[in-house]
Nanobody, 114 residues
Framework: QVQLVESGGGLVQPGGSLRLSCATS????????MGWFRQSPGKERNMVAR???????FYADSVKGRFTISRDDAKKTMYLQMNSLKPEDTAVYYC????????WGQGTQVTVSS
């Protein structure tokens, strides 16, 4: 059974930072293309960053230069370091394998507000 558990969200002021974690199980993490997604009220869930098995990262334009995606294959965990946060980053953040529209976790809420 694939399990994806996101954590690390919270309330932060604009310009602040958060580090999200995605603990995984039930699949071969080291060979998986992984991604971070977010969904804000009234909007679709969109990918903000992805990382391949070799560690090559890609970012949506909206977060490029501010977010950093990484992975630790030994821990089967993916991370998203979020810096210079903006109110527009407010959303529920999810992790998943790229191309797998199933097994979504509960997500972790990120709220950027003064």
């Amino acid at each position: 059974q694939v399990q994806l558990v996101e954590s690390g969200g919270g309330l932060v002021q604009p310009g602040g930072s958060l580090r999200l974690s995605c603990a995984t199980s039930g699949f071969t993490f080291s060979g998986a293309f992984m991604g971070w997604f977010r969904q804000s009220p009234g909007k679709e869930r969109n990918m903000v960053a992805r990382i391949g098995p070799l560690g090559t990262p890609f970012y949506a334009d909206s977060v490029k230069g501010r977010f950093t995606i990484s992975r630790d294959d030994a821990k089967k965990t993916m991370y998203l370091q979020m810096n210079s946060l903006k109110p527009e980053d407010t959303a529920v953040y999810y992790c998943n394998r790229i191309g797998f529209n199933q097994d979504w976790g509960q997500g972790t809420q990120v709220t950027v507000s003064s």
